[in-house]
């Protein structure tokens, strides 16, 4: 069996996936991590040198190595992993995973993401607050139609990373 996180960017996927992978004895891998050792460049590099387009379509070939070759993993998507190339009809179509979104309100979201938007590219530019939330408000409300179809849904809000992964491993066994 394999884990899925998703949620939108800074919800928690990387830091709860490897808390929870060394909970449960389990490995961790992370998507972005992954496309970045495959393709050997950062995410911010990929996006900059061969656009959106070209980084969905790895991210839709990777995610499906991924599922076809890794077992008892705790896999962490990118934020938009879900909402493009029918990724999301792919991760239920497979009866070896159990998907989780992770949802976070949109004021953690702003309040985690203005810290570190540089690594991230789609958000880079975006220089103040306001700003930021006004997108992340959109992109999120857009975006919730694909991570709602995940099969457990799990707050982030007012918990620590300890505290999500006690209950996703609640949820899940
Ligand atoms: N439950 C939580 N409470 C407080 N801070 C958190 C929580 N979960 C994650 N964080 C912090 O929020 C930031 C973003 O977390 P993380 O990088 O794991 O998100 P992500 O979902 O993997 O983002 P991305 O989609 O951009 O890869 C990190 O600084 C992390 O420590
Ligand atoms: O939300 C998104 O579309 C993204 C999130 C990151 O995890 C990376 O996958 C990339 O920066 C795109
Ligand atoms: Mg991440």
Redesign the pocket.
């Known amino acids: 069996m394999n884990i899925i996180l998703l949620?939108?960017?800074?919800?928690?996927?990387?830091?709860?996936g490897r808390d929870l992978a060394s909970k449960l004895e389990m490995q961790c891998l992370d998507l972005?991590d992954f496309i970045e050792d495959q393709e050997k460049k950062s995410i911010a590099q990929i996006f900059a040198d061969k656009g959106e387009i070209y980084f969905r379509k790895k991210e839709n070939e990777y995610l499906k190595q991924v599922l076809e070759t890794k077992n008892n993993h705790i896999i962490?998507l990118?934020?938009g992993t879900p909402c493009f190339a029918g990724n999301i009809e792919i991760i239920k179509e497979n009866t070896n995973v159990k998907s989780v979104y992770?949802k976070t309100s949109l004021e953690e979201l702003v309040d985690?993401l203005y810290?570190?938007k540089e690594k991230?590219p789609l958000i880079a530019h975006i220089s103040s607050r306001d700003d930021l939330k006004d997108f992340v408000r959109k992109h999120l409300f857009e975006r919730s139609f694909y991570y709602n179809q995940a099969e457990y849904i799990i707050s982030?809000d007012d918990?620590?990373?300890g505290e999500?992964t006690n209950e996703i491993q609640n949820t899940l066994f």
């Open positions: 949620g939108y960017m800074g919800c928690g996927k990387s830091s709860i972005d962490s990118g934020g992770l985690r810290q570190e991230r982030t918990r620590t990373i999500v």
